[in-house]
């Protein structure tokens, strides 16, 4: 299966450093203490919704529906789907306007029962014209030749909590993968179906985010040494994002069974029957 990554190698892949920036947040997983040049709180967190979006062809338009998750970094931002991933900057006009400046990766190859996926630079770009509608909802829409949606999104905020290495432990799965983490951060996975493999570390970066130094190979694309970010979502999924020599990576792992607690209780208060049974006076 390959040899696990050396003390070296991973040094090698800190020296590398990361093209996604440090969190300044020190707030929950929507809120921001920090502030733009202007002025105005950074946008920060997971926001999970859908895309409407309607493709352009010489023939027909095709309408589709794609689950979407937007995560704000700092003055980057990436949007997640099954189809493509975009990454890119943003900027707001103080009254909850916010533009959206992507560049478009396109998936050849999407593995949706893994959630595992891969995409290309195409060269293209998309602007999205979105408005934050209340503090935790966030609407946008988009038209050029090719395509036009509509997006509807709201924050994240079961996210909102100390990811620490210890919650990490354990093996994290998908439909044909594992992924053993040990209280080091260290991780080590590998796909059951095929060849691909992928080892590294995670450590603490802010209260919601971990840096990720990952090295993968014998997959079908996004080989070697790179660095990124992990997150996990309100319901306690792992995703890993790295951006690298006009490459995206995006993987998302279930987490360990029993590695959250069921908050859920049963009433057991007794509810038998007590009429009163006293005789009426005659």
Same mark, same amino acid.
């Given at each position: 299966?390959?040899?696990? $990554?050396?003390?070296?190698? /991973?040094?090698?892949?800190?020296?590398?450093?990361?093209?996604?920036?440090?969190?300044?947040?020190?707030?929950?997983?929507?809120?921001?203490?920090?502030?733009?040049?202007?002025?105005?709180?950074?946008?920060?967190?997971?926001?999970?919704?859908?895309?409407?979006?309607?493709?352009?062809?010489?023939?027909?338009?095709?309408?589709?529906?794609?689950?979407?998750?937007?995560?704000?970094?700092?003055?980057? $931002?990436?949007?997640?789907?099954?189809?493509?991933?975009?990454?890119?900057?943003?900027?707001?006009?103080?009254?909850?306007?916010?533009? /959206?400046?992507?560049?478009?990766?396109?998936?050849?190859?999407?593995?949706?029962?893994?959630?595992?996926?891969?995409?290309?630079?195409?060269?293209?770009?998309?602007?999205?014209?979105? /408005?934050?509608?209340?503090?935790?909802?966030?609407?946008?829409?988009?038209?050029?030749?090719?395509?036009?949606?509509?997006?509807?999104?709201?924050?994240?905020?079961?996210?909102?909590?100390?990811?620490?290495?210890?919650?990490?432990?354990?093996?994290?799965?998908?439909?044909?993968?594992?992924?053993?983490?040990?209280?080091?951060?260290?991780?080590?996975?590998?796909?059951?179906?095929?060849?691909?493999?992928?080892?590294?570390?995670?450590? &603490?970066?802010?209260?919601?985010?971990?840096?990720? @130094?990952?090295?993968?190979?014998?997959?079908?694309?996004?080989?070697?040494?790179?660095?990124?970010?992990?997150?996990?979502?309100?319901?306690?999924?792992?995703?890993?994002?790295?951006?690298?020599?006009? @490459?995206?990576?995006?993987?998302?792992?279930?987490?360990?069974?029993?590695?959250?607690?069921? &908050?859920?209780?049963?009433?057991?208060?007794?509810?038998?029957?007590?009429?009163?049974?006293?005789?009426?006076?005659?």
């Amino acid at each position: 299966m390959g040899r696990f $990554v050396t003390p070296i190698m /991973l040094t090698i892949i800190l020296m590398l450093g990361g093209c996604l920036p440090e969190e300044s947040s020190s707030g929950g997983s929507g809120s921001s203490n920090t502030t733009d040049d202007n002025g105005i709180p950074v946008l920060a967190g997971l926001w999970v919704g859908t895309t409407d979006e309607t493709l352009a062809s010489s023939t027909t338009a095709t309408a589709q529906e794609l689950d979407t998750h937007i995560f704000f970094l700092d003055t980057q $931002v990436f949007l997640l789907r099954e189809d493509q991933a975009l990454s890119g900057t943003y900027v707001q006009d103080g009254l909850g306007g916010v533009v /959206l400046e992507l560049n478009v990766f396109e998936y050849a190859e999407p593995d949706t029962d893994n959630l595992f996926f891969v995409g290309s630079d195409s060269n293209s770009t998309l602007t999205i014209n979105a /408005l934050l509608a209340t503090e935790v909802n966030m609407v946008g829409s988009y038209a050029n030749s090719q395509r036009d949606g509509e997006i509807n999104v709201v924050l994240d905020e079961d996210r909102d909590r100390d990811v620490q290495l210890k919650d990490l432990i354990g093996t994290w799965t998908t439909t044909d993968s594992e992924t053993y983490f040990n209280s080091e951060g260290r991780f080590l996975g590998y796909d059951t179906s095929n060849s691909c493999r992928w080892e590294g570390r995670v450590t &603490s970066q802010s209260a919601q985010i971990l840096s990720l @130094e990952i090295q993968r190979e014998n997959c079908d694309a996004f080989n070697d040494a790179a660095t990124g970010i992990a997150i996990t979502d309100g319901e306690g999924s792992l995703h890993f994002i790295s951006e690298r020599e006009r @490459e995206f990576l995006w993987m998302r792992f279930e987490p360990p069974t029993g590695s959250t607690t069921d &908050s859920t209780t049963t009433d057991t208060t007794d509810t038998t029957d007590t009429t009163d049974t006293t005789d009426e006076a005659t």
